[in-house]
């Protein structure tokens, strides 16, 4: 939602802060809401001036600058900007080689820009017009003239800015302009509408499990509606939807590639949805010499992304590597060249499939995790009481990975204690943050305090003095003491009991489940204290009457594994309970 700004005010106050922010770049052009840049005019040089309504950035303001735009025009936000500005600005770029203009085929902007030039002509300034139009959603192909302009302005604008930076006369540029344009294509899907300024609601709002496919940039839903895709789902629909569309005819198959966020859609998500999208246009005989990710026309804080595509040759590549300089977008110059797939294997997506294997620590693991992802939602909400709210996601991802290395260690031979400490290895690696790291010295410390036991070894005693070195290793590594609102308020109380049940001669299993029992008591009790460690600590108050995650992820591992060690040995008792039972 946009909730720094009014609708009355909201066009002059951006601009005047991104004015401020770039001064060194750009310079407004008095009553005008159009700005160009700091060496403009320059003599003998295509001027071009690009423009549109606000709620765009970086388009269109962002991108003056050396190798670019020359100047902007702003209008309010998702409305053309007056022929008297555009013709001010115009006047303010204008070097003596004409004027350039660049705008998407909306009919306010074509009749205030188509004005502007008019009285351009009258004063003798000569200025040509590129209308974008690269939005397949918004017309059929027979009718592609007619069909608006949206993240594909960038592209175009690139390569117009590029021929009036190398010299072309005033043809010339426009003929570029016009290349681009007949080379590009978009398409694109909304997942929110987006909120104008000083409005309590969305233009439109797109159902939980739905997203609008073929949206537009003025606050437009989509044409399509259909069900929620994932990242490879999304990738498809938008490469399905262009490569139709793409023209190839003549072309060797070099294309430039822009995945387009609309404004509340975040890099990294758009990078999960990318790869799928390069492996679809190289398996369709496409070679992406570049790649742009990021926001280069937005729709203030819609919720979407979109595909744009321009096929190159040898004029489009050249013009497209130039350098540029703007507030929006700079570029060194583009290196062209083919890039391979990027696959990353990740150890906690891999090789914890599937049932148990007979290995132990497979065993008690494969029981932990299953715990802690039916409690994941949960343990998201009790960390988002005072800190970040990850650590069901972290434990769960942790927990998976520590079942791979398990799993992998028990299958080479390694005894109880090496797969333990893989395990801890594979978590802490996989799970990050503290949660992590201590989780992993754990698992990897009880291994290690096992270390030259074979099965028949482990008594009740030896994990006692596992878990002993373990906790000793925790609170060391943590720096955390009972009281403190921690994991170790279940961990410790969880190594007492062992260590008396182990001293009373339990067996193992029965031992352990009688202390995950009172860590899960433990765990439950920490709801009355207020942390005093890490992030939660300063939201403490906000987090009483409510468990600790991690005492609470603790005490369902340590439940688990108790089930699974029980399972194991249904017969595993205490000394007592064999006399009591009347067994020898």
């Not at 139009?133 to 592209?155: C, K, M, P, Y």
């Not at 789902?233 to 793409?246: Q, T, W």
């Not at 031979?413 to 802490?428: I, K, M, N, Y």
């Not at 204290?529 to 108050?541: D, F, S």
Request: net charge negative; glycine share 14%.
């Amino acid at each position: 939602m946009t909730v720094l700004g009014t609708a009355q005010t909201f066009k002059r106050d951006w601009l005047d802060g991104f004015v401020t922010a770039y001064g060194r770049t750009v310079r407004k052009v008095p009553d005008a809401y159009g700005v160009i840049g700091r060496q403009v005019p320059r003599q003998g040089k295509v001027a071009v001036v690009i423009g549109g309504g606000c709620g765009h950035y970086p388009a269109f303001a962002g991108l003056v600058g050396p190798g670019l735009a020359d100047g902007a025009v702003i209008g309010d936000v998702f409305t053309s900007p007056s022929a008297e500005q555009v013709y001010r600005t115009a006047k303010a770029a204008d070097g003596g080689a004409g004027v350039l203009f660049g705008y998407g085929n909306y009919a306010g902007d074509v009749l205030h820009f188509g004005l502007a030039a008019r009285r351009l002509a009258a004063e003798g300034i000569d200025s040509r017009t590129i209308l974008v139009t690269d939005d397949i959603a918004s017309g059929s192909a027979e009718d592609a003239e007619n069909r608006r302009g949206v993240a594909g302005d960038f592209l175009v604008f690139k390569i117009a800015g590029a021929a009036a930076q190398r010299g072309d006369d005033l043809a010339g540029v426009h003929a570029a302009a016009v290349k681009a344009n007949a080379s590009t294509r978009t398409f694109g899907a909304a997942f929110g509408g987006c909120t104008l300024p000083g409005a309590a609601e969305p233009l439109f709002r797109v159902g939980e499990q739905e997203m609008e496919l073929g949206l537009g940039i003025h606050g437009e839903p989509g044409v399509r509606t259909v069900g929620r895709l994932d990242a490879a789902e999304l990738a498809d629909e938008l490469v399905d939807g262009l490569l139709p569309e793409l023209p190839l005819s003549g072309s060797d198959g070099r294309v430039v590639v822009l995945l387009n966020g609309l404004g509340r859609t975040k890099y990294e998500e758009m990078f999960v949805t990318y790869t799928r999208v390069h492996e679809r246009l190289a398996a369709a005989g496409l070679n992406p010499l570049h790649t742009e990710v990021g926001e280069f026309v937005t729709s203030l804080d819609m919720a979407g992304v979109s595909l744009s595509v321009m096929v190159l040759d040898d004029e489009l590549a050249e013009l497209y590597s130039a350098p540029c300089d703007t507030p929006g977008y700079r570029s060194t110059g583009a290196v062209l060249e083919t890039v391979e797939l990027e696959s990353t294997v990740d150890a906690t997506l891999t090789g914890a499939e599937g049932a148990a294997g007979e290995g132990l620590a497979d065993q008690v693991l494969t029981a932990a995790l299953a715990a802690v992802t039916e409690a994941e939602d949960e343990l998201g909400r009790l960390d988002a009481v005072a800190a970040d709210g990850d650590h069901g996601l972290g434990i769960t991802r942790g927990m998976r990975a520590a079942v791979a290395a398990a799993r992998a260690a028990e299958q080479d031979g390694e005894p109880l204690s090496g797969a333990l400490l893989r395990a801890g290895t594979a978590l802490a690696d996989a799970s990050g943050g503290a949660s992590g790291a201590l989780y992993g010295v754990l698992l990897a410390e009880t291994g290690a305090g096992l270390r030259g036991l074979d099965s028949a070894e482990i008594t009740a005693t030896a994990v006692a003095d596992a878990v002993d070195n373990a906790a000793k290793a925790f609170v060391e590594l943590g720096k955390a003491e009972p009281g403190d609102k921690t994991m170790l308020d279940a961990i410790e109380p969880f190594r007492r009991v062992l260590r008396e049940q182990a001293i009373s001669g339990a067996a193992v299993a029965d031992a352990w489940c009688e202390a995950a029992q009172r860590a899960a008591g433990a765990a439950r009790e920490t709801a009355d204290l207020v942390p005093a460690k890490g992030r939660a600590a300063r939201l403490a108050e906000r987090s009483k009457g409510h468990a600790d995650p991690g005492a609470t992820s603790f005490a369902l591992i340590v439940t688990a594994v108790g089930a699974a060690l029980t399972s194991r040995t249904p017969a595993s008792r205490t000394p007592a309970s064999r006399t009591q039972a009347g067994e020898s």
